[in-house]
């Protein structure tokens, strides 16, 4: 079988807020939203680049059956974004309020974690 991967879904506890958060602070591209009668959901699509691979945020409203207690990560580690500069861009997501939550570094790499509004850890390098 042949397959092509093309978007990841995640649960989220406040739509508005994880689009601010991965638009504004990540500079991703909000491609649209959707509503899901059928599991009272409402969703955002979001790219960092025309054509490139989707993250998708889905809120489901309270009666729906997959509002269930949020949990972080849920078996997700973290997503993973590559930036030019990373102390820049640390220093513009803690100004959104978002501060470093792990600062890692090797002899020859960096990288630092973040949280987004859901508590699902960002990594950033460059």
Do not use: C
């Amino acid at each position: 079988m042949k397959t092509k991967f093309t978007y990841t879904g995640i649960r989220v506890k406040d739509l508005d807020a994880s689009v601010a958060f991965y638009t504004k602070v990540l500079g991703m591209k909000d491609l649209g939203r959707s509503t899901v009668d059928a599991t009272k959901g409402r969703s955002a699509s979001l790219a960092t680049e025309e054509g490139g691979f989707v993250l998708e945020l889905n809120y489901y409203e309270k009666g729906s059956r997959f509002a269930t207690d949020y949990v972080v990560g849920e078996g997700l580690d973290h997503l993973a974004f590559q930036v030019e500069d990373l102390d820049k861009a640390l220093t513009e997501a803690k100004r959104a309020g978002h501060p470093v939550v792990l600062d890692m570094k090797t002899a020859t790499n960096r990288w630092a974690y973040v949280e987004d509004p859901n508590g699902i850890w960002i990594e950033l390098f460059a």
